[in-house]
């Protein structure tokens, strides 16, 4: 379906894509049930094929519905990793990618894919965050994961825990810091963040006693920032994480991703969203994978992180253009 003869929107009403992702995972279910809940607040294209909402004799409801038709009907499976199925996830995404950069979409939120079904497609995959920057051409993009408690940046994303270390360096680092403060300014509407930097060793290596990347990386890239950005760091990763807890930090950067992702989905697992900085639009997804062992039980799947991965990109677009 083409979206060419549908005017842009001139009131609040955000028009938000929506990437179906495994088509053999619970994102048809999860995108259901999130619709539903969010009728009338924006306007929705989803882009994706109609063989599972059939399989599970379900209709589709939203503004508009792009069914790319790539997939076969006869054989279809939920809970499945297949190459078709990986190979249909990454279409959903391109086009995805083509009505953005038409300017027929505001904002764009993927839920989730299976990147061992992506792979098996001969698509080199390693996340959304990866392939949505190459495709855009974005030169440095952020990973912020955030639930109603907590918001987190982190420094280092899908790669072994034995290459963090040497993925920590200065330039990074800034680069973290500084475009996780332009986006809370931007996106979340705040005039003077509070930032707070984990150290990466226990303890944030009492002072140089445990490791000393806290001391010949971290600390120099704080102070040369402190002039012009609310930071303090590092603090022991445990500490800090507490600290934001409780108000008094915005946003945390954290060395690696679990020390993001524990406390995330200790403290509330179903808010939880993945949020992409740097790209020319918003982009957000579900902070969790394709459940492929519930996907054929319609009833299981939790849309809530979907529902808040949406309300996000349509609150966030909304701040950006008052910016």
């Given at each position: 379906?083409?979206?060419?003869?549908?005017?842009?929107?001139?009131?609040?009403?955000?028009?938000?894509?929506?990437?179906?992702?495994?088509?053999?995972?619970?994102?048809?279910?999860?995108?259901?049930?999130?619709?539903k809940?969010?009728?009338?607040?924006?306007?929705?294209?989803?882009?994706?094929?109609?063989?599972?909402?059939?399989?599970?004799?379900?209709?589709?409801?939203?503004?508009?519905?792009?069914?790319?038709?790539?997939?076969?009907q006869?054989?279809?499976?939920?809970?499945?990793?297949?190459?078709?199925?990986?190979?249909?996830?990454?279409?959903?995404?391109?086009?995805?990618?083509?009505?953005?950069?038409q300017?027929?979409?505001?904002?764009?939120?993927?839920?989730?894919?299976?990147?061992?079904?992506?792979?098996?497609?001969?698509?080199?995959?390693?996340?959304?965050?990866?392939?949505?920057?190459?495709?855009?051409?974005?030169?440095?993009?952020?990973?912020?994961?955030?639930?109603?408690?907590?918001?987190?940046?982190?420094?280092?994303?899908h790669?072994?825990?034995?290459?963090?270390?040497?993925?920590?360096?200065?330039?990074?680092?800034?680069?973290?810091?500084?475009m996780?403060?332009?986006?809370?300014?931007?996106?979340?509407g705040?005039d003077?963040?509070?930032?707070?930097?984990?150290?990466?060793?226990?303890?944030?290596?009492?002072?140089?006693v445990?490791?000393?990347?806290?001391?010949?990386?971290?600390?120099?890239?704080?102070?040369?920032?402190?002039?012009?950005?609310?930071?303090?760091?590092?603090?022991?990763?445990?500490?800090?994480?507490?600290?934001?807890?409780?108000?008094?930090?915005?946003?945390?950067?954290?060395?690696?991703?679990?020390?993001?992702?524990?406390?995330?989905?200790?403290?509330?697992?179903?808010?939880?969203?993945?949020?992409?900085?740097?790209?020319?639009?918003?982009?957000?997804?579900?902070?969790?994978?394709?459940?492929?062992?519930?996907?054929?039980?319609?009833?299981?799947?939790?849309?809530?992180?979907?529902i808040?991965?949406?309300?996000?990109?349509?609150?966030?677009?909304?701040?950006?253009?008052k910016?």
């Amino acid at each position: 379906m083409s979206l060419k003869a549908n005017p842009t929107l001139k009131s609040s009403r955000v028009r938000v894509g929506i990437t179906l992702g495994d088509p053999s995972g619970i994102g048809p279910s999860i995108l259901l049930k999130a619709l539903k809940s969010l009728s009338g607040i924006a306007r929705f294209t989803v882009i994706g094929s109609n063989v599972p909402f059939k399989k599970n004799k379900l209709k589709l409801d939203a503004s508009y519905f792009i069914d790319l038709d790539n997939l076969n009907q006869k054989g279809f499976s939920f809970g499945k990793i297949r190459p078709e199925y990986g190979r249909a996830s990454i279409e959903y995404l391109d086009k995805a990618i083509e009505l953005i950069k038409q300017g027929q979409i505001d904002c764009l939120v993927t839920l989730p894919v299976s990147k061992e079904a992506v792979n098996l497609s001969g698509v080199k995959f390693s996340g959304h965050t990866e392939y949505l920057a190459k495709k855009c051409g974005a030169e440095d993009t952020v990973m912020m994961l955030l639930n109603k408690d907590l918001k987190f940046s982190l420094l280092t994303r899908h790669i072994p825990l034995k290459d963090v270390t040497r993925n920590i360096n200065g330039p990074n680092l800034k680069n973290n810091i500084v475009m996780t403060c332009r986006a809370l300014k931007e996106l979340f509407g705040l005039d003077d963040p509070r930032i707070v930097v984990c150290g990466l060793n226990p303890h944030a290596s009492d002072n140089g006693v445990i490791g000393d990347e806290e001391n010949r990386v971290i600390k120099p890239v704080l102070k040369r920032l402190k002039h012009k950005i609310l930071i303090d760091g590092p603090i022991s990763a445990d500490i800090a994480v507490a600290l934001a807890k409780n108000n008094k930090y915005d946003c945390v950067i954290a060395m690696y991703h679990d020390q993001a992702l524990i406390p995330l989905k200790l403290t509330s697992f179903d808010t939880g969203v993945n949020l992409t900085l740097g790209l020319p639009f918003v982009r957000t997804s579900p902070l969790h994978g394709t459940a492929f062992d519930i996907a054929p039980f319609f009833d299981q799947a939790n849309p809530q992180s979907a529902i808040a991965a949406i309300k996000l990109a349509i609150q966030c677009t909304l701040n950006q253009k008052k910016a």
